[in-house]
Nanobody, 118 residues
Framework: VQLQASGGGLVQAGGSLRLSCAASGHSFSSSAMGWFRRTPGKEREFVARIDSDRYTNYADSVKGRFTISRDNAKNSVYLQMNSLKPEDAAVYYC?????????????WGQGTQVTVSS
């Protein structure tokens, strides 16, 4: 299973970014997908997840600002990040579960760096 994340970059506070994650090597449409992030010195933390039935769940810190979505035809999951704050700066990782509902990350992609300037 390969997960290729992209879309990170430098953005000013209040700005937006859209992360993408292209998956291959597994049954994408039958798998829950998630986004996580890590900042230096901290544990990797949950950001958002989307199940195969498109049920979504978000960390409290991003609710109302981030939106996770998926395109099964493109085997891709996205994270639209609006109203970015300096504390959102992190390396963002996409992950895939083995099941249709989120049951923990079975596969990880490489990270994409998001930097938010104040």
């Amino acid at each position: 299973v390969q997960l290729q994340a992209s879309g990170g970059g430098l953005v000013q506070a209040g700005g937006s970014l859209r992360l993408s994650c292209a998956a291959s090597g597994h049954s994408f449409s039958s798998s829950a997908m998630g986004w996580f992030r890590r900042t230096p010195g901290k544990e990797r933390e949950f950001v958002a997840r989307i199940d195969s039935d498109r049920y979504t769940n978000y960390a409290d810190s991003v609710k109302g600002r981030f939106t996770i979505s998926r395109d099964n035809a493109k085997n891709s999951v996205y994270l639209q990040m609006n109203s970015l704050k300096p504390e959102d700066a992190a390396v963002y990782y996409c992950a895939a579960a083995r099941r249709a509902w989120w049951s923990g990350a079975a596969y990880w992609g490489q990270g994409t760096q998001v930097t938010v300037s104040s």
